[in-house]
């Protein structure tokens, strides 16, 4: 599973975002995009899914065993960056009224966007 497409990371990189927005932005993108294989694998919807689900997952997904062999860490800290990843795409979620595994890229840009604009217009 890739971090992010050629194509995700054009659009990302082309949004109106500070660095650290486009870093949550990327994050949230391959947080979905791993909570969606977690939903499918647990047969349950995103928004179902526990702290110890995300976790097993990390924890017994092919695609990380070399890097939790070198890094003791790094289960607990991926699985906290993919569950604190399920703030925002509920938000997105929610603002968009359709599921979190419906969700698209294109969405999640454009509330990461929005929020940009609304946090500037506020300072």
């Known amino acids: 599973m890739e971090f992010l497409t050629q194509d995700e990371a054009i659009q990302v ?7 650290q927005e486009k870093f949550s932005t990327r994050l949230a993108i391959y947080a979905l995009r791993c909570l969606k294989e977690i ?3 647990q047969e349950i919807i995103i928004e179902n899914i526990k702290p110890e689900q995300v976790q097993d997952w990390v924890k017994n997904d092919h695609n990380f065993k070399e890097k939790l062999e070198l890094d ?11 569950i604190s990843s399920l703030k925002p795409l509920k938000q997105v979620s ?4 359709i599921p979190i595994q419906d969700l698209t890229i294109k969405q999640l840009i454009h509330w990461f966007e929005h929020e940009s604009k609304q946090k500037l217009e506020q300072d």
Not at 13 to 19: H, I, K, T
């Open 39 to 41: 939903a499918k694998n």
């Open 94 to 97: 929610q603002a968009e009224n």
């Open 72 to 82: 003791s860490n790094f289960h607990n800290f991926f699985s906290q960056l993919v």
């Open 13 to 19: 990189d082309a949004a109106l975002l500070s660095s």
